[in-house]
């Protein structure tokens, strides 16, 4: 018996591709959590100047994602595929070469190209994602997405780890010991020199993507947004146009929901360090927040919209993340950060349902929808930088807790609004026919 495909008539082939694009989305990502600790090492910095490196990465999707939007608009999703992972390549090089230098503020702005790229990477291939098939089983299709994201976030801080953090406590302990300025220069260039060729290589490697991806057979699915059309005479009517109330309260909640799943990823290690539980151990807790976000993924595919349709989906996930996070706060040492981790399963079905949830009704402005969600990302930058500055106050514990909780609430009241008003609003495919008759 043959297998239905959740895109349809396209059948598997894009799935597959864009499932490739999705892991090297997550590879690039989830680098930051461990890099956090690398940097503060290497430079000897606080907390504050060490999450400069998510806030800047994440700053980029504020910057550049009308800009991507715009790209998608005038160059076909496809192209647009190829320009993003281009940007990547460089911004990856950038960063290495700069890390190399012992340039932080060098290696920042690499960040900065970096998001840059992946802002034009996540602005188109959201809603291709999203418009690839039957809207009923689009959750579906990005969570298959999010699987393959996930498993490249995994992999990225193990990989980042066994390459150039094996040494890391090591050298964190011995830089405040050394009084001679050039025995500790060579020290710490000998610890940035382990992640030169890295770096340099994962930049080779989008490079070889962005040509394989120009080469595919990936399919043009919205020709008639692509082609150069009023869109592109008005663009900036047609930004205040897509600007309604959805869009604006699902940015909004998209900008807190990202803020949460990189503090539950990127600062589990920090969140730790503040039990007192060593950094050699540390630096693996993303990629634990990571798995179980995978193995909520999982559940997500089986469950939804067979058992329960991703609307309600995305409340019962707040509701999970929110009773974790209380968790968090009322139990002490690796308990308490078993429950953070855990967040990482409560998370995993919210991007795949909010997106679509906000994207709903947007017809021939999804481009520019999707630019303002994505801006949103720029919560995963902002999010975790409360996070810091809240600590000395109230306790790194609380501070947590109260960032999740608002978070999660925020999240479920978007939901249970728009789920509740329902769907009147024409839908991407129904506009599409009705332009054409």
Known sequence: MRIPCPSGSHGWRPLVLSAVLFFIIGFVTWLNGPLISFVRVAFT????????????????????????????????????????????????????????????????????????????LQVAINPYVSFLGPESRSAQRIAIMGVCNKVGGIVAPIALATLAMRHVADISATLPTLTNPDQRLA???????????????????LALTAMWVARSSLPEIRTDICKKNDLEKNFIQTLFKSLN????????????????????????????????????????FTSLTLFFMLCGYIAGLVLSPRFIPQERYLSLSCLCGALLSLGAWSTQGYISVACVTLLGFANAMIFPSLFPLALKGSGLHAPQVSAFLVMAYCGGGFVPQFFVLLKPVLGFQAAFTCLALLSYGLVAIYAHHFTDRGFNTPSFHDERHLKHD
């Open 45 to 120: 910095l606080n907390d504050l100047a060490a999450f400069m490196v998510p806030l800047v990465f994440y700053f980029s999707y504020f910057v550049f994602s009308i800009p991507a939007s715009l790209s998608v608009t005038l160059t076909s999703f496809k192209n647009g595929l190829v320009y993003a992972l281009l940007v990547m390549a460089g911004g990856m090089a950038l960063t290495g070469q700069c890390l190399h230098a012992g340039s932080y503020s060098g290696a920042l702005g690499g960040f900065l190209v970096l998001g840059a790229g992946l802002a034009l």
């Open 187 to 205: 020290v710490r260039q000998a610890f940035l020199n382990t992640i030169y060729w890295p770096y340099m290589g994962m930049a080779f490697f």
């Open 245 to 284: 109330s959805r869009t604006r309260l699902g940015a909004g909640a998209m900008f807190f929901y990202v803020g949460v799943e990189v503090l539950s990823g990127d600062a589990v290690g920090t969140y730790a360090q503040g039990f007192g539980i060593p950094i050699d151990q540390t630096k693996f």
